[in-house]
């Protein structure tokens, strides 16, 4: 289970869907998609403990097979800039391996139900963005866990030739979404999925009554200051696009003093120290040496000092 966020907005305006969030719940989705803060799942929670129990059966399970691409990161383009992400388990023959575990109930729910039952209407949209990124079919592994989590060693398999959802589903789920949020205003259906990130925003919590003007204004003020980010946001973006078309060197000045300057700096890297510490301690190495650092292009425009 992870604390990402359902939709990704990177630095360069490119925004990436989590193919596990589009069967989820539309108001968690849109409250993702705005930035609303995700709220991380305890770690002593029991539902933690049926996650680590998936992972864990979900490599015993791959593990006694011929699979290939474990994790593997596969991408649906829904425009230019707006993406469907996700990370298969594997790759088997000419099928895309997707392993679930599940207790009694629900591995007798799935016999009775099939995909239309339980959690797996929510995976429908997930395994099907899959589908389409590799335009292969699908084989699912169901197994079965006893009541200590444990895997029984019972495997189920059943194969899916065609996407539950065409890409132009997909792209109309993911697009809808887009237009609502362009509001700035958190406005959908709430259809909670448990566990959920976002469930501060469900109706059904039991919220008091705070008879305070001063609580409304600040309120509305928030929200008002929360579009006002949005639209700056993409503002920035688009006049940066216009002046990289517009200036045909790096550094130039305008008549009024105006300087404008493009650069290349490094990006930081992203590196687990603590599993490189045995590893670089037994090889004497030192972190430096693995460190990959990519080059970003960053603008830095600077105003005349009479001007602010």
């Not at 990370?87 to 392993?99: L, N, P, Q």
């Not at 699912?140 to 019972?154: F, P, Q, S, V, Y």
């Not at 059904?204 to 980010?229: F, H, M, S, T, W």
Request: proline letters at 5%; charged letters at 30%; aromatic letters at 8%.
């Amino acid at each position: 289970m992870s604390d990402d966020p359902y939709v990704k907005v990177n630095d360069d305006g490119t925004v990436q869907y989590r193919a596990s969030s589009l069967g989820g719940c539309d108001l968690a989705l849109l409250a993702a998609r705005l930035g609303y803060d995700v709220v991380p799942i305890r770690p002593d929670a029991p539902i933690m403990q049926v996650f680590a129990a998936g992972h864990r059966i979900e490599e015993e399970v791959l593990a006694q097979r011929e699979v290939s691409s474990q994790q593997k990161q596969v991408w649906m383009q829904v425009t230019r800039r707006i993406f469907v992400i996700g990370h298969i388990d594997g790759i088997e023959g000419d099928y895309i391996d997707e392993v679930k575990s599940q207790n009694q109930e629900e591995w007798d729910r799935f016999a009775a139900h099939h995909w239309d039952g339980g959690f797996f209407p929510k995976y429908k949209w997930q395994v099907s963005v899959y589908m389409h990124a590799l335009n292969m079919p699908l084989r699912l592994i169901r197994a079965l866990r006893d009541k200590e989590g444990n895997w029984t060693g019972e495997v189920a398999v059943s194969h899916v030739d065609e996407p539950f959802y065409s890409e132009a589903d997909i792209r109309e789920r993911v697009l809808r979404t887009e237009a609502a949020a362009a509001t700035g205003v958190l406005s959908a259906e709430c259809s909670p999925v448990f566990p959920c990130p976002y469930f501060y925003l469900h109706d059904e919590i039991d919220r008091e009554l705070i008879d305070d003007e001063g609580v409304e204004i600040l309120a509305k003020e928030y929200a008002a200051a929360q579009q006002l980010e949005a639209l700056a946001k993409g503002m920035k973006a688009n006049t940066r696009k216009a002046l990289r078309i517009a200036c045909e060197t790096d550094k130039v000045t305008t008549p009024a003093g105006v300087k404008i300057t493009f650069y290349e700096s490094l990006n930081p890297p992203t590196l687990d120290k603590e599993l490189l510490e045995g590893f670089l301690k037994l090889h004497n190495r030192t972190l430096d040496e693995y460190m990959k650092r990519g080059k970003s292009e960053r603008l830095r425009v600077t105003m005349p000092r009479d001007e602010t």
